[in-house]
């Protein structure tokens, strides 16, 4: 079975790293191989990534935190062009509870204080389902910190400089940004810069981002298939693989 991690990809040698990086502990954590490709900017991509490895089954989760074009649009069409047979594409990494969670973290350890001014900062969209998403998790955040949160984009608007100059103009003392990126980049230094006076740190490195992976690829392993390995592990004696320990 082929395991896919699809980002969007970047100019940065250190993004790229980065989700290479993760793919590595997602597939350490489930004792495969997690391939990587990437919707955009560079290779290899899904398409390809498919197409060099025609084994029985793969699964592809979308490295991205919301339903965005390339999820809905993009990777379905790489999967299409592949002409793959039996392809699991699991749902993006957000909107939810445990993507909230990375980012009330990577927010707390970043300084913030209750009764700050909160803002998500997002890369920006114009995709409606996405702005959906990212406005789930503004909410869910809101929920986490009992603090209202905000919404600003790295591109395209509300522009992140301005939603921390409202947020100051309503009153506010302390401004924090919630990073809702996955790797360092060109966006998360427009975060930076934006005037807050704290800003998180992008996603992909925290711990529960390679738990959330891998239990996207587990839950994507059709269930007959998992107890066939079960079955076939408990009679040759051996510990069932964590890939398949659903």
């Known amino acids: 079975m082929s395991l896919?991690?699809?980002?969007?990809?970047?100019?940065?040698p250190g993004g790229v790293a980065m989700v290479g990086n993760l793919a590595a502990r997602v597939g350490a954590q489930l004792g495969q191989t997690v391939q990587v490709a990437f919707v955009d900017v560079l290779g290899p991509t899904?398409?390809?990534?498919?197409?060099?490895?025609?084994?029985?089954?793969?699964?592809?989760?979308?490295?991205?935190?919301?339903?965005?074009?390339?999820?809905?649009?993009?990777?379905?069409?790489?999967?299409?062009?592949?002409?793959?047979?039996?392809?699991?594409?699991?749902?993006a990494l957000g909107p939810g509870a445990r993507i909230t969670r990375i980012v009330a973290d990577q927010l707390i350890e970043s300084g913030w204080r209750p009764g700050d001014s909160v803002i998500l900062g997002a890369a920006g969209t114009s995709d409606a389902r996405a702005r959906s998403d990212l406005q789930t998790t503004a909410t869910l955040l809101s929920a986490m910190t009992s603090s209202p949160v905000g919404l600003g984009f790295a591109a395209g608007g509300p522009q992140i400089g301005e939603a921390v100059e409202k947020a100051r103009a309503g009153g506010a003392r302390r401004v924090a940004v919630a990073s809702y990126l996955l790797s360092d980049g060109l966006f998360h230094e427009r975060l930076r810069a934006c005037g807050a006076d704290v800003v998180s740190r992008p996603l992909g490195n925290h711990p529960g981002m390679v738990r959330l992976i891998a239990d996207r690829f587990r839950r994507a392993v059709p269930p007959a298939l998992a107890t066939a390995a079960r079955y076939r592990h408990l009679r040759q004696g051996a510990p069932t693989p964590a890939m398949l320990d659903l």
Do not use: Q
């Open 4 to 12: 896919i991690l699809a980002a969007h990809g970047t100019r940065r």
């Open 46 to 91: 899904p398409n390809e990534v498919l197409s060099a490895d025609p084994g029985p089954r793969a699964i592809v989760v979308p490295a991205f935190l919301s339903r965005g074009y390339h999820v809905r649009a993009d990777l379905p069409a790489h999967v299409e062009a592949s002409g793959h047979r039996n392809v699991v594409v699991t749902p």
